[in-house]
């Protein structure tokens, strides 16, 4: 039923912008939801990148604040995510995510995202 697809990826070089989109359907039939990024690079742990709830909160990883923005256009039914100022090692596939009766208000925690896209590749170059 909750269905996402990224798309916006690419390769860039350092210092560069990005702008990743997200397809997603399903998800806000629910009353609590929350919906956002994360990526993963060869030989790492899969990390939050920045999400959306319900409840209008927003949270990012302290690695991207200040370059990265997420924003949910749900007419569109659509999740972005505005990267700028990119960094080499921003390089890794970025995953759209979705949970149900979950808050991003204190955490983002991969346990809460229970519906996954396949990913779209960022790649930044010096």
């Known amino acids: 039923q909750v269905q996402l697809q990224e798309s916006g990826g690419g390769s860039v070089q350092a210092g560069g912008s990005l702008r990743l989109s997200c397809a997603a359907s399903?998800?806000?039939?629910?009353?609590?939801?929350?919906i956002g990024w994360f990526r993963q690079a060869p030989g790492k742990e899969r990390e939050g990148v920045a999400s959306?709830?319900?409840?209008?909160?927003?949270r990012y990883a302290d690695f991207v604040k200040g370059r990265f923005t997420v924003s949910q256009d749900n007419a569109k039914n659509t999740l972005y995510l505005q990267m700028n100022s990119l960094k080499p090692e921003d390089t890794a596939m970025y995953y759209c995510?979705?949970?149900?009766?979950?808050?991003?208000?204190?955490?983002?925690?991969?346990?809460?995202?229970?519906?996954w896209g396949q990913g779209t590749q960022v790649t930044v170059s010096h």
């Open positions: 995510a979705a949970g149900v009766y979950c808050s991003v208000r204190y955490y983002l925690r991969k346990v809460d995202f229970g519906y």
């Open positions: 399903g998800y806000t039939t629910y009353s609590t939801y929350c």
């Open positions: 959306i709830d319900s409840d209008g909160n927003t």
